[in-house]
């Protein structure tokens, strides 16, 4: 279960020394993306960092990356054993996260990364993440309604949450994008912390507008803010935009609008869109780019969709759905560390998806079966768009068949 709290992370982690200098991101949307996009500028000018981003897409240590490469299962397992081991003898109760967190901690200082990029796991203020000792920036991306729960039910009480991560004398970048009232939350904040807030605008990003051909708005805004918080720490090689640009160009992130071969497992031969887009915000960013690039071609979209229980499926389905499209709905397997993230039923999501009002040309419950969902769809599509969304976790159980089915 989740367990927010910092007390456990410190005690875990008081003998480790952090020597790296940490670039810190939050928000609901996009913070995955910043984070690809940072590590692309650092390696383009040969500076050495280590990644932490959640959720994995398969196995936990791919979570964890040196210099753009997922760190060795034997590397990993020895520092993973080393935490577990220092958790069992303090007798801490530490979470799954927090032991995941504490071990990328070890492999970066191991490794003498001059940098560590670390995305926030759920909030801000009291994520594990948030022991960082040397944060040089602080980028806080778009927020938007997700695990209200834990961090309360309006957006400006989840700013404030993600406004956690804020030092003292360290900047903090912000995705200009967010309503006013989440800006005023954030630059509120910043005043009572003492630091500088810089509101992005990708309009006027140098950068950004170098790939406005390449890019989609949201793509741009992310990479805007990834642009600011690299000037921000890394002032001498700001300058250097077209080896950026190109750096951000041939950045690849997995899950997101991600073009897929599924022909391994389906004898499909077009790619088929594979998107994590997992809350109204993101759906809305999803159903944008549908439009504009498989809607226009006149052919209803046959979708695959899950989600996480909890999730305010109806709203996402009101956005990425229309007349004649046909569902696949399926239930993604069991979360690897993470047993308490649970799929909403896939006739569940059948129920919410008539409730739209939307005439559908055919619908397929999957139940936990992806594969039989994937066959059912690509029989439907019949050569046109299909798209696969509505979880990450669902994009791993895709990624993980793909594997399975590799000669």
């Known amino acids: 279960m989740v367990n927010l709290g910092l007390a456990r992370i410190t005690a875990l982690l008081k003998q480790t020394p952090q020597t790296w ?16 996009y940072l590590m692309a500028m650092l390696r383009a000018n040969q500076i050495s960092c280590g990644r932490f981003t959640s959720p994995h897409l398969i196995d936990p240590r ?14 990993f397992r020895h520092f993973e054993d080393l935490v577990k081991k220092r958790n069992e003898e303090q007798r801490l109760g530490a979470s799954e996260f927090e032991l995941l967190t504490a071990t990328a901690f ?11 990029i670390i995305e926030v796991g759920l909030g801000g203020t009291l994520d594990a993440t948030n022991v960082l000792k040397h944060k040089c920036v602080t980028v806080i991306a778009k927020i938007g309604l997700d695990h209200q729960s834990f961090l309360g039910n309006t957006l400006e009480e989840i700013a404030l949450q993600k406004a956690g991560i804020m030092r003292k004398g360290v900047p903090c970048v912000v995705d200009g994008t967010n309503p006013q009232s989440v800006l005023e939350v954030l630059q509120k904040h910043s005043n009572e912390t003492g630091n500088n807030i810089l509101f992005t605008d990708f309009e006027s990003n140098a950068l950004s507008n ?9 793509q741009r805004q992310n990479l805007a803010c990834a642009y600011e918080a690299f000037k921000l720490g890394f002032p001498r090689f700001a300058n250097s935009t077209d080896t950026l640009a190109s750096a951000a160009r041939n950045m690849v992130w997995p899950g997101r609008l991600q073009w897929l071969s599924i022909e391994k497992i389906t004898r499909r031969k077009e790619n088929v869109l594979l998107d994590g887009a997992h809350n109204p915000q993101s759906a809305e960013v999803l159903a944008a780019f549908v439009e504009k690039h ?3 071609l006149n052919r209803p979209i046959t979708w695959i969709l899950a989600a996480t229980q909890g999730k305010d499926v109806s709203e996402m389905f009101k956005l990425l759905l229309r007349d004649g499209d046909s569902i696949a709905a399926v239930e993604f397997g069991p979360v690897d560390q993470m047993p308490w993230v649970k799929p909403t039923n896939s006739t569940a999501l059948l129920e919410a998806a008539k409730k739209c009002s939307f005439t559908f040309s055919t619908q397929f419950d999957a139940s936990t079966d992806v594969r039989s969902a994937l066959k059912w769809a690509t029989q439907m599509a019949n050569e046109g768009p299909l798209v696969i969304a509505g979880s990450l976790y669902l994009v791993s159980d895709i990624f993980k068949l793909l594997r399975s089915d590799e000669v």
Do not use: M
Not at 21 to 36: D, E, F, L, M, R
Not at 210 to 218: G, M, V
């Open 62 to 75: 791919d979570s964890i990356t040196i210099n753009d490469s997922a760190v060795s299962e034997s590397k």
């Open 210 to 218: 170098k790939l406005k051909e390449d890019f989609e708005p949201h």
């Open 294 to 296: 498989l809607r226009s």
């Open 21 to 36: 200098k940490a670039i810190h991101v939050a928000g609901t949307n996009g913070k995955g993306s910043i984070c690809a």
């Open 106 to 116: 070890e492999i970066f200082e191991s490794e003498k990364v001059d940098v560590g």
